[in-house]
């Protein structure tokens, strides 16, 4: 079974910078498995904020950005707002029309 | 603008088939580019990829439900439906409909999910 791993929680200050992480617990995470990342406010519908590693999608502030980082793939915040308090989910492609979700990380902003 | 509603009942008995309809507004449930898919969040937990449809028709579902799930596309309708069966109270969950792009953009490949619908709640209950 793949398990995709993120942070359970993290915190930043205002103005900080922040980076959150999505590996496999087997393997490592490469642009192959086009990551996503999904914002998710309380009561909301996810929102799409990366898609395939690193590109934005529409409307999304240029303080997000994704890549890979060594063996996981990354969602950086540059400049936190507050209003960036969110839970962040990443997703990948395992191949064969197979999506595994990570866990999700519970952003804090303080 | 791509919109996409879900709907179905709130309420599903135990052993009885869950049934849900996602309704695209705004674009062609019949683009080449596109595939259709099902995800859902039990209350207080993550997201859960549930299956999907591409345009051909092939759908591909969690393994972890395969047994139980279906995906179909109603083109004429512009909608497609999940129907997971057996339900047990684990199944109870806030359901989103959601549409991915598989495609060339330029010189690269795109394979993401993109577009949520709002999500419906669904409690198996008795």
């Known amino acids: 079974q793949t398990v995709v791993t993120q942070e359970p929680s993290f915190s930043v200050s205002p103005g900080g910078t922040v980076t959150l992480t999505c590996g496999l617990r087997s393997g490592s995470v490469s642009a192959t498995y086009y990551p996503s990342w999904y914002q998710q406010t309380p009561g909301q519908a996810p929102r799409t904020i990366i898609y395939s590693t690193s590109t934005r999608s529409a409307g999304v502030p240029d303080r997000f950005s994704g890549s890979i980082l060594g063996n996981k793939a990354a969602l950086t915040i540059t400049g936190a707002q507050a209003d960036d308090e969110s839970d962040y989910y990443c997703v990948l492609y395992m191949g064969n029309g197979i999506w595994v979700f990570g866990g999700g990380t519970k952003l804090t902003v303080l | 603008q791509l919109q996409l509603q879900e709907s179905g009942p709130g309420l599903v008995k135990p052993s009885e088939t869950l049934s849900l309809t996602c309704t695209v507004s705004g674009g062609s449930i019949s683009s080449s580019s596109y595939f259709w898919g099902w995800i859902r969040q039990p209350p207080g937990k993550g997201l859960e990829w549930i299956g999907s449809?591409?345009?051909?028709?092939?759908?591909y579902y969690n393994p972890s439900l395969k047994s139980r799930v279906t995906i179909s596309v109603d083109t004429s309708k512009n909608h497609f439906s999940l129907r997971l069966s057996s339900v047990t109270a684990a199944d109870t969950a806030v359901y989103f409909c959601?549409?991915?792009?598989?495609?060339?953009?330029?010189?690269?490949?795109?394979?993401?999910?993109?577009?949520w619908g709002k999500g419906t709640t669904v409690t198996v209950s008795s």
């Open positions: 449809i591409y345009h051909s028709g092939t759908t």
């Open positions: 959601v549409e991915g792009f598989a495609d060339y953009m330029g010189n690269y490949y795109y394979y993401y999910m993109d577009v």
